[in-house]
């Protein structure tokens, strides 16, 4: 079984703190993706990576960095928390190309007070 | 379908009943398309795509019908069970946008007994 795991469930952190979401899969998946899911809003993508070292910006990377040293970990960086970054983070990843099935880790529920 | 604001659509449907859950794609340049479905507490997991050249494709109890002309795409689901209960997801993504997957923002499904 393809296996996507999130470091943390649940997070809560304190305005302006730095903040590290780890994610790691167990599949040689070159393709690894950041989301953040919001009522109502659905999912909308933060920064995406195709190979180790590689990133691209995804629909609303302002306030968020990425961290792809190692092909089976992506990271993302919450360089100064805000409460509006308040949300449900997931992880993805899959096979090239993008048009293939992707798997979602089980979400960090992060809080920002 | 589709959502507007902060409230997800909800779909009831009697247990042992067929369930349409509709979406209303915004690219007329997309050629694939995806369902997921999202059990509470966990990340979505992949129910069956279709590309743009189909107009149906059946999976496992599911059905997917794309409506090229008005943008439209249904998942149905045939003798809904409890354990359908979940919020889902239809996603689409271009050939000439092929870095990104856009997700729908979803619709809930509850299940009556």
């Known amino acids: 079984d393809v296996k996507v795991t999130q470091s943390s469930r649940y997070l809560v952190k304190r305005t302006g703190e730095k903040v590290f979401l780890e994610c790691v899969q167990d599949?040689?998946?070159?393709?690894m993706f950041w989301y953040r899911q919001d009522p109502g809003l659905g999912l909308r993508l933060i920064y995406f990576?195709?190979?180790?070292?590689?990133?691209e910006k995804g629909d609303i990377p302002e306030g968020y960095s990425v961290s792809r040293e190692k092909k089976e970990r992506f990271s993302l960086i919450l360089e100064s928390a805000s409460t509006n970054q308040t949300s449900m983070y997931l992880c993805?990843?899959?096979?090239?190309?993008?048009?293939?099935?992707?798997?979602f880790g089980q979400g960090t529920r992060l809080t920002v007070v | 379908g589709e959502s507007v604001g902060l409230h997800l659509p909800t779909l009831s449907v009697q247990e042992g009943d067929n369930s349409i859950i509709n979406c209303a794609y915004s690219?007329?340049?997309?050629?694939?398309f995806i369902w997921y479905k999202q059990e509470s507490g966990k990340g979505p997991q992949f129910i069956i795509d279709?590309?743009?050249?189909?107009d149906k494709r059946q999976g496992q109890r599911v059905t997917v019908l794309l409506n090229k002309t008005v943008k439209h795409l249904s998942l149905q689901i045939a003798a809904t069970q409890p354990g359908d209960s979940a919020v889902y997801f239809c996603?689409?993504?271009?050939?000439?946008?092929?870095?990104?997957?856009?997700f729908g923002k979803g619709t809930r499904l509850h299940i009556l007994p």
């Open positions: 996603a689409e993504n271009t050939s000439n946008r092929d870095d990104k997957i856009i």
């Open positions: 990576s195709y190979d180790v070292k590689m990133k």
């Open positions: 993805a990843s899959s096979f090239p190309p993008v048009r293939s099935e992707a798997f």
């Open positions: 599949m040689d998946h070159e393709n």
């Open positions: 690219n007329s340049a997309s050629d694939y």
């Open positions: 279709i590309r743009s050249n189909m």
